[in-house]
């Protein structure tokens, strides 16, 4: 019979994880903040939790699809979190992106309590993860990895072990870094392209066909365009992987120029009160500055 799978975060990527693992055959009891995504999964054969701690008393194996690492620690860690209901032989799976260091500190706690803890982040978007074509990156030991291996290909296409406690989430930061990268380096290059009397459209074309290409280009400069910055995930948010490898880098004495160079671009942007919009706003920063508009 297989383990009974909790869930915890049903937003934009998690419901249709969740959903996977229904579809997998997995037992599967659920909570979120929010009712209306319980209630979806409810209907298609999932079981509520009244609380966080009622959903770790009753399953086996966790899985975490959080915002951030504070909300992550306090679900873990908080006042009515889950760590009161853990034992041996429980197993979380946290699937956001989630710092580094915290989530070594977590594998160590839980360790001494024979509970594992696997850091399992993904990459693809909100298509993929309905889809079950994930991307995902696992760090933890390796007994443990191989025990859930069959739960994570419910959700993910590509499962790839990364090696010990947080090498998942480093290796999730190293995409997320380069993303970012592309996106800053977009939001400098097509002002200057229009300041030069380049038509928007065009270069995006021939860029996008190009040795110029990159999936932040394409995806971020088609929402420049149609002048979309509400779209995908905020600013402010997405920062953290900036925050998180300028530390990093600091610590082990790194030298990141070109990573530092996007981390300015990103800061003016923040600085602009452009943190709720999408990473294509950078692009104010550049346009403010040259004085010109990239519009389709």
Request: with cysteine.
């Amino acid at each position: 019979m297989r383990e009974t799978v909790g869930f915890i975060g049903l937003g934009a990527m998690g419901k249709g994880m969740a959903l996977n693992v229904l579809k997998g055959g997995y037992p599967l009891r659920v909570y979120d903040i929010r009712q209306q995504p319980v209630d979806e999964l409810v209907a298609n054969g999932a079981q509520a939790a009244e609380s966080i701690r009622d959903l770790g008393g009753r399953c086996t194996w966790i899985v975490l699809v959080l915002p951030d690492t504070s909300v992550v620690e306090s679900v873990l860690f908080g006042p009515d979190g889950l760590k009161p209901a853990l034992g041996s032989g429980h197993i979380v799976i946290d699937c956001g992106t989630t710092h580094p260091v915290s989530t070594r500190q977590t594998a160590s706690v839980f360790r001494k309590g024979g509970i594992g803890f696997l850091d399992a982040p993904v990459s693809g978007m909100k298509s993929r993860a309905e889809a079950g074509t994930l991307t995902m990156m696992v760090g933890g030991e390796k007994a443990v990895y191989r025990k859930v291996h069959p739960l994570l290909k419910t959700m993910g296409e590509r499962i790839v072990y990364m090696g010990p406690s947080g090498n998942g989430q480093l290796t999730k930061m190293a995409n997320n870094i380069l993303l970012n990268i592309s996106c800053a380096a977009m939001a400098e290059i097509l002002p200057a392209a229009v300041k030069m009397g380049l038509d928007p459209e065009k270069i995006c074309s021939v860029i996008s066909a190009g040795t110029g290409q990159s999936y932040g280009f394409d995806f971020f400069s088609r929402l420049v365009l149609r002048r979309n910055f509400e779209r995908g995930y905020p600013m402010q948010k997405a920062y953290k992987d900036m925050e998180a490898i300028a530390e990093i880098a600091a610590r082990h004495q790194i030298p990141l120029p070109v990573t530092s160079a996007a981390l300015q671009t990103y800061r003016m942007a923040l600085d602009q009160g452009l943190g709720n919009e999408n990473k294509g706003a950078m692009i104010k920063v550049w346009e403010t500055a040259m004085g010109v508009e990239v519009r389709g």
